[in-house]
């Protein structure tokens, strides 16, 4: 798979990707010349929208939790060298939908950060669609 193919030249063992227009969400393997990676996918029932999280392997050996809030959030948890850590992944609705689906994002986006314990490490990846101006 390209993407994997990328992942392995930049050595990059946590990526977040959006707009994977794969239906439904699941994990499976992709693998490079010499790298394995782990794709952990949110989707919808349609191919429309979606985002994955691939994680190198044996990174994904410490994978602990996986929690998929809706279709344009979800987080993993790893526990890398003993500190817990979350890998919180978010697709925000782009200008042109409806205000309701932007409010009901950012709820669920502030509710979902307000349960996470204060001594576990965040780090966010995803398209947040912000504009300037």
């Given at each position: 798979m390209e993407i994997?193919?990328?992942?392995?030249?930049?050595?990059?063992?946590?990526?977040?990707?959006?707009?994977?227009?794969?239906?439904?969400?699941?994990?499976?393997?992709?693998?490079s010349d010499k790298e394995k990676y782990k794709l952990f996918w949110n989707g919808q029932k349609t191919a429309k929208n979606g985002f994955g999280n691939f994680v190198?392997?044996?990174?994904?050996?410490?994978?602990?939790?996986?929690k998929k809030i809706n279709s344009r959030l979800m987080w993993i948890k790893l526990c890398i060298e003993k500190q817990t850590m979350i890998i919180f992944s978010a697709?925000?609705?782009?200008?042109?939908?409806?205000?309701?689906?932007?409010?009901?994002?950012?709820?669920a986006f502030s509710d979902t950060i307000s349960t996470i314990p204060k001594s576990e490490a965040i780090l966010f990846g995803g398209d947040l669609n912000g504009h300037v101006g």
């Amino acid at each position: 798979m390209e993407i994997a193919e990328m992942l392995e030249r930049r050595r990059i063992d946590i990526c977040c990707l959006q707009e994977t227009r794969l239906k439904s969400n699941g994990v499976c393997h992709v693998n490079s010349d010499k790298e394995k990676y782990k794709l952990f996918w949110n989707g919808q029932k349609t191919a429309k929208n979606g985002f994955g999280n691939f994680v190198r392997e044996p990174l994904a050996q410490e994978v602990l939790d996986i929690k998929k809030i809706n279709s344009r959030l979800m987080w993993i948890k790893l526990c890398i060298e003993k500190q817990t850590m979350i890998i919180f992944s978010a697709y925000a609705p782009q200008t042109g939908e409806s205000e309701e689906m932007k409010n009901d994002f950012w709820a669920a986006f502030s509710d979902t950060i307000s349960t996470i314990p204060k001594s576990e490490a965040i780090l966010f990846g995803g398209d947040l669609n912000g504009h300037v101006g």
